[in-house]
């Protein structure tokens, strides 16, 4: 038998399994050893009074086992060697899924990067800390995995008109994320698992017959009759094929050259961001209502905020754990 319910524990019972078992058998008025399994759905934070609770959705198996204790619910990519091609220009997270996208579509994406794979790119991150010195193509924006790559791999969004973004999670866990981010209110990667993550990512592209070449920086695109039908990289090679940009903000030179071959661009608004620093212990503190901070059961605390001044926004973006 399987009962769903949802619950609020404290974080104690939460990251226990036993208490919550024990928890669960009260509730659900059942012997703890009939509970074989429990899933979490949803998993979510209440810090707003000073006992912090945590909302849980579960699945509770009693006197059964789950088929199959993943929540993941993978895509099915097929091989696409032999099929027409479409051209995807950049690696960063844009890129990587119109090239996985491309895949469920039967079609096989030319996957093209100016910078390095997730690995190479750290050394020159590395340099940049240490020499000062910038390779143009291999930095913090560019390179496989994007502006993001090494960065928290934060997955939430404030915004309600995007729909949803649970396949979106789902490819993620499929391709080695933790299955947390299925279940967490605020879900993130952590930049530890990312570059890895990206990875498996371009592993899928080239198990199914894709192509993904770095060091391929595009530098122009070539119209006939006003269609476009490839693009030409900088040592003269050209690709055809239908052309995804997935360039990212950084590309100025893309932009020129859009420009300069008459392609029509609007300006779109644009927020600017300072850093704040806070010691994530001050945080932990303050949010939890507790001078021993988070303890070992609750997560880094983490706040948003929104204001306007003069009429405009202000909001925070993003947090990172750790301050
Ligand atoms: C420090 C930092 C932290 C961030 N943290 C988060 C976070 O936690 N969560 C979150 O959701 N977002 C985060 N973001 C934002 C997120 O990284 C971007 O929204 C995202 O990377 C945009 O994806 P994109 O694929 O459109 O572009 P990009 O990530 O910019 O990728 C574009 C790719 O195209 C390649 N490229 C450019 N020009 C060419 C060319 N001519 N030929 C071939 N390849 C080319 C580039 O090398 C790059 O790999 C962060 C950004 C930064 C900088």
């Known amino acids: ?64 086992l789950p088929d199959n204790t993943s929540l993941v619910r993978p895509v099915d990519y097929r091989p696409v060697d032999g099929s027409r091609q479409a051209i995807v220009v950049g690696a960063g997270p ?20 100016r910078g390095k794979d997730v690995d190479s790119r750290r050394k020159d991150m590395a340099a940049i800390a240490r020499e000062g010195v910038v390779d143009p193509d291999s930095n913090y924006c560019f390179g496989e995995g994007g502006a993001g790559a090494y960065s928290d791999g934060k997955l939430y969004t404030r ?33 530890d698992k990312l570059p890895d993550v990206i990875k498996a990512m371009r592993e899928t592209i080239i198990r199914c017959g894709g192509e993904v070449h770095f060091a391929t920086k595009v530098t122009d695109l070539i119209i006939e009759n006003g269609e476009v039908k490839g693009v030409t990289v900088a040592d003269g090679s050209t690709f055809l094929g239908p052309v995804i940009l997935a360039t990212g903000h950084s590309a100025r030179d893309v932009y020129r050259m859009l420009h300069s071959r008459g392609v029509g661009m609007e ?24 001078k021993e901070g988070r303890g070992k059961y609750l997560p880094a605390a983490e706040y948003t905020m929104l204001t306007r001044v003069d009429n405009r926004a202000v909001y925070s973006f993003c947090m990172c754990p750790g301050g």
């Open 1 to 64: 038998m399987q009962e769903t319910i949802d619950i609020r524990v404290t974080p104690k019972v939460a990251g226990e399994p036993m208490l919550l078992k024990a928890d669960l058998s009260n509730r659900l008025g059942v012997d703890a050893n009939a509970i074989k399994h429990i899933t979490i759905i949803r998993r979510s934070i209440d810090a707003r009074q000073r006992q912090v609770m945590v909302n849980l959705s579960l699945k509770v198996y009693i006197n059964e």
């Open 94 to 113: 844009a890129g990587l899924f119109a090239a996985l996208r491309l895949i469920e579509l039967g079609i096989k994406p030319i996957l093209l990067e």
């Open 159 to 191: 915004s309600k008109k995007r729909g949803s973004v649970d396949k979106i999670l789902h490819i993620f866990a499929q391709h080695g994320a933790s299955e947390d981010i299925l279940v967490d209110a605020h879900p993130h990667i952590g930049t």
């Open 267 to 290: 300006p779109k608004g644009l927020a600017i961001g300072v850093r704040l620093e806070h010691p994530q212990q001050l945080i932990d503190r303050l949010r939890y209502h507790s």
